[in-house]
């Protein structure tokens, strides 16, 4: 099975490698006009957007200058932090290889800076979705190196790769869902390698609860992508949360083990919307809605903020800039009801900002972007939020009885 979707040439980053593209359309949006309260449809006139300050001074009023932390790859990106704060891991194209690898590396969050990077994966294939788990000792990745074929498709990517090289074509984004993608875990060193998940058909874009008891992860076992749980300790117990016609995934518990928050396009072909769900499937709500794309949502770890890459997709003669937003949200198990307000755009920058997650402390942002020119390959970028800044600007969620 494959996705791809239209980018202009200097926003074809990579994307959730994994969801639609890793993500599905891998690149999305957020515009004002398409916000929805939880599960109240777009057209019941949802609140607008948080106003903002003119465009080339938005990101300084939330965010430090950014600092990239990656480098000597080809690309990288999909980052996400140890428990500790002290690595990080993510996927990146080594140079003469045409398939992302895991790497992981030291984070020193007083002074980011790009440090040596090591290989975890096996080195061949496709590989994505890296995730700590809760104590540090382990990595979770989906690979595709057990394909029996691995010889051949090496073979016809970098023939594609030398063919686009020659001609200087470039490629709308696109991302396989590979039917040889299985999870495994390792030791952040790369060994002791153990495969948790052996069906047939596509397994990845995988992440532990916060307590490790369970793990989410996505496949197209059923014939279309859902989100499914699993035994945190081995893959065992395999149970489906979502079975819906198209594309869910991208999937992440929240702090508290309540809730995972994912991405759909359920509603319209590519056009990824944001979902909140309870941890055992039932409750889901719509966050978002309209004619755009939403994608890659994530927790704050201390805070009732969900963030998320948006662009608007309602203009066909516009060109939609990928940009981070964020939202407010409250949230009671008990009743399956989940709410946000308005969200806040936090970035501006004319490249795609995409992918973005908190440390665990909340103190800092990272996400992927090509920042070091108008061509510039994809890498990590970091910065540190100004949360009081954003907790000012943030839109309240309006009472129940406002949305009613």
């Given at each position: 099975?494959?996705?791809?979707?239209n980018?202009s040439?200097?926003?074809?980053l990579l994307?959730?490698?994994?969801t639609l593209?890793?993500?599905?359309?891998l690149?999305s949006?957020l515009?004002p006009?398409?916000?929805?309260p939880?599960?109240k449809?777009?057209?019941?006139?949802?609140?607008?957007?948080a106003s903002v300050?003119?465009?080339?001074?938005?990101?300084?009023?939330y965010?430090a200058?950014?600092?990239?932390?990656?480098d000597?790859?080809?690309?990288?990106?999909e980052?996400?932090?140890?428990p500790?704060g002290?690595?990080i891991?993510y996927?990146?194209?080594?140079?003469?290889?045409?398939f992302?690898?895991?790497?992981?590396q030291s984070?020193?969050?007083?002074a980011p800076r790009?440090?040596?990077p090591?290989r975890?994966?096996?080195?061949r294939g496709r590989?994505?979705?890296?995730?700590?788990?809760?104590?540090?000792t382990r990595?979770?990745?989906a690979?595709?190196?057990?394909?029996?074929a691995?010889d051949?498709?090496e073979?016809?990517?970098?023939?594609?790769?030398e063919?686009?090289?020659r001609t200087g074509?470039?490629?709308?984004?696109?991302?396989?869902?590979d039917p040889?993608?299985?999870?495994?875990t390792?030791r952040?060193?790369g060994s002791?390698?153990?495969?948790?998940?052996t069906?047939p058909?596509?397994?990845a874009?995988?992440s532990?609860s916060?307590?490790?008891?369970s793990l989410l992860f996505v496949?197209?076992?059923d014939?279309d992508?859902d989100?499914?749980?699993?035994?945190?300790?081995?893959?065992?117990n395999?149970?489906q949360?979502?079975?819906?016609?198209g594309y869910?995934?991208g999937?992440?518990?929240?702090?508290?083990?309540h809730w995972?928050?994912?991405?759909?396009?359920?509603?319209?072909?590519d056009m990824?919307?944001?979902?909140v769900?309870k941890a055992?499937?039932?409750?889901?709500t719509a966050?978002?809605?309209?004619?755009?794309v939403?994608?890659?949502?994530?927790w704050?770890?201390t805070?009732?903020?969900l963030?998320?890459?948006?662009a608007?997709h309602?203009d066909?003669t516009q060109?939609p800039?990928y940009?981070?937003?964020?939202?407010r949200?409250?949230?009671?198990?008990a009743t399956?009801?989940?709410?946000?307000g308005?969200?806040?755009?936090i970035?501006d920058h004319?490249g795609a900002?995409?992918?973005?997650?908190?440390s665990?402390?909340?103190?800092l942002l990272?996400?992927t972007?090509?920042?070091d020119g108008?061509?510039?390959a994809s890498q990590?970028?970091v910065?540190?939020p100004?949360?009081?800044?954003?907790?000012?600007?943030l839109?309240?969620?309006?009472p129940v009885?406002?949305?009613r």
């Amino acid at each position: 099975m494959r996705k791809t979707f239209n980018l202009s040439a200097s926003h074809r980053l990579l994307a959730r490698a994994a969801t639609l593209a890793v993500a599905a359309p891998l690149l999305s949006i957020l515009s004002p006009e398409t916000w929805s309260p939880a599960g109240k449809a777009a057209a019941e006139d949802p609140p607008r957007a948080a106003s903002v300050p003119a465009s080339r001074e938005l990101e300084a009023r939330y965010l430090a200058p950014p600092v990239k932390v990656t480098d000597g790859l080809s690309k990288a990106g999909e980052g996400y932090f140890a428990p500790d704060g002290r690595h990080i891991c993510y996927q990146g194209v080594p140079t003469g290889y045409p398939f992302y690898q895991i790497y992981v590396q030291s984070f020193d969050g007083a002074a980011p800076r790009p440090t040596p990077p090591t290989r975890v994966s096996p080195g061949r294939g496709r590989t994505t979705c890296s995730w700590f788990s809760p104590d540090g000792t382990r990595l979770l990745f989906a690979s595709s190196h057990p394909d029996p074929a691995i010889d051949k498709t090496e073979a016809d990517a970098k023939a594609q790769a030398e063919e686009d090289a020659r001609t200087g074509r470039r490629r709308r984004y696109q991302w396989d869902f590979d039917p040889h993608m299985d999870l495994f875990t390792s030791r952040p060193d790369g060994s002791d390698l153990q495969q948790l998940t052996t069906s047939p058909g596509y397994d990845a874009e995988c992440s532990w609860s916060p307590d490790g008891k369970s793990l989410l992860f996505v496949s197209d076992r059923d014939g279309d992508a859902d989100i499914y749980v699993a035994d945190g300790e081995d893959g065992g117990n395999v149970r489906q949360l979502t079975n819906a016609p198209g594309y869910d995934g991208g999937p992440f518990f929240s702090p508290d083990g309540h809730w995972i928050c994912y991405r759909s396009d359920r509603v319209e072909k590519d056009m990824l919307q944001i979902h909140v769900m309870k941890a055992d499937g039932s409750g889901d709500t719509a966050i978002t809605a309209g004619k755009g794309v939403h994608w890659a949502p994530f927790w704050h770890p201390t805070k009732p903020w969900l963030i998320w890459t948006g662009a608007d997709h309602s203009d066909p003669t516009q060109r939609p800039n990928y940009d981070l937003w964020v939202a407010r949200y409250e949230a009671d198990p008990a009743t399956g009801t989940f709410r946000t307000g308005a969200p806040l755009r936090i970035t501006d920058h004319p490249g795609a900002d995409v992918l973005p997650v908190f440390s665990p402390d909340g103190m800092l942002l990272m996400w992927t972007a090509g920042r070091d020119g108008e061509r510039s390959a994809s890498q990590l970028w970091v910065a540190r939020p100004d949360l009081d800044a954003i907790d000012r600007d943030l839109p309240a969620v309006a009472p129940v009885e406002a949305v009613r």
